[in-house]
């Protein structure tokens, strides 16, 4: 499984972006898939996931702002972000897993400015 991601950009606080994440080979094989994101100096930390049976989650401090969607027509995984915050800030990853191995895509910087 390949994924790429895309969206990320600089935004003022208050703003919105929406990031995509296009998966391609395996993708039959797909549980759930999901966004991550590492702030400069942190640990990188889940933001949200889609199973493929089941409800979307996210972590507490995005709820209400953040949704994942995901299009299993494009094969393409979607985290539409509103209102957006500086602590926000970070490199955006999206991941996957088959059930035997967890995938990630390259990052995609999103920057809050406040």
């Known amino acids: 499984v390949q994924l790429q991601a895309s969206g990320g950009g600089l935004v003022q606080a208050g703003g919105s972006l929406r990031l995509s994440c296009a998966a391609s080979?395996?993708?039959?094989?797909?549980?759930?898939m999901s966004w991550f994101r590492q702030a400069p100096g942190k640990q990188r930390e889940w933001v949200a996931s889609f199973p493929r049976v089941g409800s979307t989650k996210y972590r507490d401090s995005v709820k209400g702002r953040f949704t994942i969607s995901r299009d299993n027509a494009k094969n393409t995984l979607y985290l539409q972000m509103n209102s957006l915050k500086f602590e926000d800030t970070g490199l955006y990853y999206c991941?996957?897993?088959?059930?035997?191995?967890?995938?990630w895509g390259q990052g995609t910087q999103v920057t809050v400015s406040s």
């Open positions: 991941a996957c897993n088959d059930g035997s191995r967890d995938y």
């Open positions: 080979g395996s993708i039959s094989s797909i549980n759930t």
